[in-house]
């Protein structure tokens, strides 16, 4: 039999919800969303290469790779020069969204806070725009007038996009920060929800990404610095407690017939350390500098050689790196019949570096044509680093003298991303399954608009979920 027709679907994202904290360590805590995992299907929900904010949502909206996406995080080479660099705004985003979709075929949608959303795009509906906006003084919504409008809501205004500043050494300031900017979200989720016409509904919320960064050591014995009784043990079950009631609050005004989604884009784990790419690339010879730097310095403060430079990489979550290519680059030093060898080369190289006593961490480089149908943008990383496979984070920076750091170089951070996010699917004919395995980042989008009955475009390369809707269409 064809599955019923959604009337609205409802879907909330929360960055980098962790699934063994919402699915094991913390589900007793978390009500509402415990409710819905019995209600409905749940599971680990596979996230893009690489696990990032930017690109993942994207990912999650288009059914598309970051390759096909054009962008790999949150900077991107602009080109094939060695400084220029762009940021992945709304206006890197080049394919149709789910929202696009659904607009074209009469469905008004709302839009709050979805990463990769300024500056603000016309949709049949509403949208506030993201974390990137700069400050409330930008044009950060559509219409346009529904700033003012939000301007007038005292438990929203002055509304916030993020938290100034989650790397702050301050923990009192940034956990009090984190539960102010969520209510303020969810209010103006609620006041959205209860009087604006919508079919299709989203939100995410940033506060559970900005939570793992500020507060992973405190709770987690793993972590190096973990001290048990310390003072912020609490902070972050106390969050996802303030999340969950702030969603059982939502639940109140959205309709009994609607769909409910709760999602991340991927998970968290714990922060072993750092790896000084660049620092490892000079001591390696890969990487020449036409004098060493007299202090830590970032890359792009120093002088390179570049007509004696093999390969340079930037630092993150993860690590991308850049092979100077003879005809590709300005100072091109790698021969093009070498490209593949020199990336071997590499690849062994980086997944041989183990910790500080050189006992194996796990570390997997990735290249870019291995993960993706199409490998599109101005200059794409030649290989993705995953150190530790993201047990240890990716650091540019160079002069230390050292491959190995405990120290962030953008300031203090306990977790790094995991490669599963969440998902919870709960709505009207769907049957309680227990968790459902296979599931990935771009099977949201087709799940939706079979949801409403609507044709999933060929292109997309998700898959409808099987027990959410059980048939799938597709675009002839």
Same mark, same amino acid.
Not at 210 to 239: K, L, T
Not at 248 to 254: D, Q, R, T
Not at 256 to 277: R, T, Y
Not at 426 to 441: H, M, S
């Given at each position: 039999? @064809?599955?019923?027709?959604?009337?609205?679907?409802?879907?909330?994202?929360?960055?980098?919800?962790?699934?063994?904290?919402?699915?094991?360590?913390?589900?007793? %805590?978390?009500?509402?969303?415990? %409710?819905?995992?019995?209600? +409905?299907?749940?599971?680990?929900?596979?996230?893009?290469?690489?696990?990032?904010?930017?690109?993942?949502?994207?990912?999650?909206?288009?059914?598309?790779?970051?390759?096909?996406?054009?962008?790999?995080?949150?900077?991107?080479?602009?080109?094939?020069?060695?400084?220029?660099?762009?940021?992945?705004?709304?206006?890197?985003?080049?394919?149709?969204?789910?929202?696009?979709?659904?607009?074209?075929? !009469?469905?008004?949608?709302?839009?709050?806070?979805? $990463?990769?959303?300024? @500056?603000?795009?016309?949709?049949?509906?509403?949208?506030?725009?993201?974390?990137? *906006?700069?400050?409330?003084?930008?044009?950060?919504?559509?219409?346009? *007038?529904?700033?003012?409008?939000?301007?007038?809501?005292?438990?929203?205004? $002055?509304?916030?996009?993020?938290?100034?500043?989650?790397?702050?050494?301050?923990?009192?300031?940034?956990?009090?920060?984190?539960?102010?900017?969520?209510?303020? %979200?969810?209010?103006?989720?609620?006041?959205?929800?209860?009087?604006?016409?919508?079919?299709?509904?989203?939100?995410?919320?940033?506060?559970?990404?900005?939570?793992?960064?500020?507060?992973?050591?405190?709770?987690?014995?793993?972590?190096?610095?973990?001290?048990?009784?310390?003072?912020?043990?609490?902070?972050?079950?106390?969050?996802?407690?303030?999340?969950?009631? /702030?969603?059982?609050?939502?639940?109140?005004?959205? @309709?009994?017939?609607?769909?409910?989604?709760? &999602?991340?884009?991927?998970?968290?784990?714990?922060?072993?350390?750092?790896?000084?790419?660049?620092?490892?690339?000079?001591?390696? +010879?890969?990487?020449?500098?036409?004098?060493?730097?007299?202090?830590?310095?970032?890359?792009?403060?120093?002088?390179?050689?570049?007509?004696? *430079?093999?390969?340079?990489?930037?630092?993150?979550?993860?690590?991308?790196?850049?092979?100077?290519?003879?005809?590709?680059?300005?100072?091109?030093?790698?021969?093009?019949?070498?490209?593949?060898?020199?990336?071997?080369?590499?690849?062994?190289?980086?997944?041989?570096?183990?910790?500080?006593?050189?006992?194996?961490?796990?570390?997997?480089?990735? /290249?870019?044509?291995?993960?993706?149908?199409?490998?599109?943008?101005?200059?794409?990383?030649?290989?993705? &680093?995953?150190?530790?496979?993201?047990?240890?984070?990716?650091?540019?920076?160079?002069? *230390?003298?050292?491959?190995?750091?405990?120290?962030?170089?953008?300031?203090?951070?306990?977790?790094?991303?995991?490669?599963? !996010?969440?998902?919870?699917?709960? !709505?009207?004919?769907?049957?309680?399954?227990?968790?459902?395995? !296979?599931?990935?980042?771009?099977?949201?989008?087709?799940?939706?608009?079979?949801?409403?009955?609507?044709? &999933?475009?060929?292109?997309?390369?998700?898959?409808?979920?099987?027990? &959410?809707?059980?048939?799938?269409?597709?675009?002839?």
């Amino acid at each position: 039999m @064809p599955h019923a027709q959604a009337k609205k679907v409802v879907v909330i994202g929360l960055d980098c919800a962790e699934p063994s904290l919402v699915f094991e360590r913390y589900a007793d %805590r978390l009500p509402n969303l415990t %409710r819905l995992r019995d209600r +409905g299907v749940w599971g680990k929900l596979r996230s893009c290469d690489p696990p990032i904010t930017v690109p993942a949502w994207m990912s999650m909206m288009s059914s598309k790779d970051p390759g096909t996406l054009g962008y790999y995080g949150f900077r991107n080479r602009a080109d094939r020069s060695y400084e220029k660099m762009s940021t992945a705004t709304s206006l890197a985003v080049k394919e149709p969204l789910l929202w696009d979709h659904l607009g074209r075929a !009469g469905k008004k949608v709302i839009l709050l806070g979805v $990463p990769q959303t300024y @500056p603000p795009r016309p949709v049949n509906g509403l949208m506030v725009t993201d974390f990137l *906006t700069p400050s409330i003084a930008s044009n950060y919504t559509h219409p346009p *007038t529904l700033k003012d409008e939000i301007a007038t809501l005292p438990d929203v205004h $002055p509304y916030e996009f993020d938290v100034s500043d989650f790397r702050t050494p301050d923990k009192g300031k940034i956990r009090d920060a984190l539960v102010r900017m969520t209510d303020k %979200r969810f209010a103006l989720a609620r006041h959205l929800m209860k009087t604006k016409p919508w079919d299709f509904f989203m939100m995410v919320e940033m506060g559970t990404d900005r939570v793992h960064h500020a507060f992973w050591q405190y709770m987690d014995p793993e972590h190096h610095r973990y001290e048990p009784g310390n003072p912020f043990e609490s902070v972050i079950p106390d969050y996802y407690e303030h999340v969950d009631r /702030k969603i059982g609050e939502l639940l109140e005004v959205v @309709p009994e017939d609607a769909h409910i989604v709760v &999602v991340s884009d991927h998970g968290a784990q714990c922060m072993d350390g750092g790896i000084a790419l660049n620092e490892w690339l000079v001591q390696k +010879g890969y990487l020449v500098l036409h004098e060493p730097p007299a202090v830590p310095s970032r890359l792009e403060a120093l002088k390179v050689d570049w007509s004696k *430079t093999t390969a340079w990489g930037s630092g993150g979550y993860y690590g991308r790196l850049f092979l100077n290519v003879k005809g590709r680059e300005p100072h091109g030093l790698i021969a093009p019949e070498d490209y593949e060898a020199t990336r071997d080369r590499l690849i062994a190289e980086l997944e041989a570096l183990g910790d500080p006593e050189g006992r194996p961490i796990g570390t997997r480089v990735l /290249k870019p044509e291995s993960l993706y149908y199409n490998i599109r943008g101005q200059a794409p990383p030649d290989l993705f &680093v995953y150190f530790g496979n993201l047990r240890w984070r990716s650091v540019g920076t160079v002069g *230390t003298g050292m491959i190995h750091t405990f120290e962030n170089d953008t300031g203090p951070d306990d977790a790094n991303h995991a490669q599963d !996010g969440m998902i919870i699917v709960a !709505g009207p004919e769907i049957a309680a399954q227990g968790p459902y395995p !296979g599931l990935e980042i771009r099977d949201l989008a087709p799940t939706v608009l079979a949801l409403f009955g609507l044709d &999933v475009p060929a292109d997309f390369q998700g898959h409808v979920i099987p027990p &959410v809707v059980a048939r799938e269409t597709a675009l002839s």
